[in-house]
């Protein structure tokens, strides 16, 4: 019986530009404290265990913890050489004291900062600045604008500009753009001379409308890294976690999952393993990026990585 040949532990140049990246990283907003607190030994230990594992590429965000989580990975991949591995961080939100009463926030025990959209040329550099502090490094290897959905327009004229010329100067090494919707990063992609997408949650055994996305990269050597390859946990566990989106699920979604993981083991595959493995296994998509609250959480991702799949449950979800 054929299967497919697990091959994370490579590294994949992201586009033509881009760093070579494992095709699994780490994805650090659950080390933001989102909707659960994880102490500072916790996440150590979830870096730690990612190092361990083999995944050299690191991605985090101003937004998640409100600095939290830039401030953990910089703590944590301070014990290795800054050239064995590669880290992303984006911009589009600076972080500001609050004027009055903090706005409400889906990560918890937070500081005193609160993040604002700016997408000004102004606002990049200084999120950049802020990054570097907080990430303890000299330099940022990819550099995503965030969630532009409302803001398309100061991105394009502000925002992506500024990137490129620090790109151009070498300054920063890659420019991107991350985001959980497909149309605006076909504009982009059409528009800009990115290195790489970050698309979330749109192209997954539940939702492939990303698919023309990545055909498109694939033509214009963009690099694609994925996101939300659970939905945000209905394909991790449709029973336990039973949500999509960062929302409970309809029960069409959990009858659909459902579905996936009883086909998944007709062939003696998990769920996640199917789940993480299907986006692997595109050719336009370079890297995977997972999120983790604990070093369990990250060997149970490397497993589901690792783990060998018979090319018969491919066909089989192919007719489903």
């Known amino acids: 019986m054929a299967v497919t040949a697990p091959d994370w532990l490579t590294r994949r140049r992201l586009g033509a530009r881009g760093p070579a990246v494992t095709r699994l990283g780490l994805g650090g907003a659950p080390l933001g404290n989102m909707f659960a607190p994880v102490s500072d030994d916790d996440a150590r230990a979830t870096i730690d265990a990612a190092w361990s594992a083999g995944i050299r590429y690191f991605d985090t965000a101003p937004l998640y913890g409100h600095g939290l989580s830039e401030r953990r990975f910089g703590q944590a991949l301070a014990a290795h050489p800054r050239a064995d591995y590669?880290?992303?961080?984006?911009?589009?939100?600076?972080?500001?004291?609050?004027?009055?009463?903090?706005?409400?926030?889906?990560?918890?025990?937070?500081?005193?900062?609160?993040?604002?959209?700016?997408?000004?040329?102004?606002?990049?550099?200084?999120?950049?600045?802020?990054?570097?502090?907080?990430?303890?490094?000299?330099?940022?290897?990819?550099?995503?604008?965030?969630?532009?959905?409302?803001?398309?327009?100061?991105?394009?004229?502000?925002?992506?500009?500024?990137?490129?010329?620090?790109?151009?100067?070498?300054?920063?090494?890659?420019?991107g753009c991350g985001m959980n919707q497909v149309p605006m990063l076909e504009r982009f992609v059409a528009d800009i001379d990115l290195d790489c997408v970050l698309l979330a949650g749109r192209y997954s055994l539940l939702d492939r409308s990303g698919a023309p996305l990545l055909a498109t990269c694939a033509e214009r050597g963009v690099g694609v890294i994925l996101g939300g390859v659970f939905n945000s946990g209905v394909l991790a566990d449709p029973d336990a976690h039973a949500s999509y989106d960062y929302a409970p699920a309809e029960p069409a979604v959990v009858e659909r999952a459902r579905d996936l993981r009883k086909r998944g083991a007709a062939h003696g595959v998990t769920l996640p393993e199917a789940a993480l493995q299907f986006a692997l296994r595109h050719p336009a998509v370079t890297t995977v990026i997972v999120g983790a609250r604990s070093a369990a959480e990250v060997m149970l991702d490397a497993g589901f990585a690792a783990a060998v799949i018979p090319d018969a449950l491919w066909a089989d979800l192919e007719r489903a």
């Open 86 to 175: 590669v880290l992303s961080t984006k911009v589009g939100r600076v972080l500001h004291p609050p004027e009055g009463e903090p706005p409400p926030t889906i990560f918890t025990g937070v500081n005193d900062l609160v993040p604002h959209f700016d997408f000004t040329r102004d606002g990049v550099l200084r999120s950049i600045d802020d990054s570097l502090l907080r990430l303890d490094t000299d330099r940022l290897d990819i550099v995503l604008v965030h969630d532009p959905d409302d803001h398309e327009d100061v991105a394009q004229r502000e925002a992506f500009p500024a990137l490129l010329r620090l790109r151009d100067d070498g300054v920063i090494g890659a420019v």
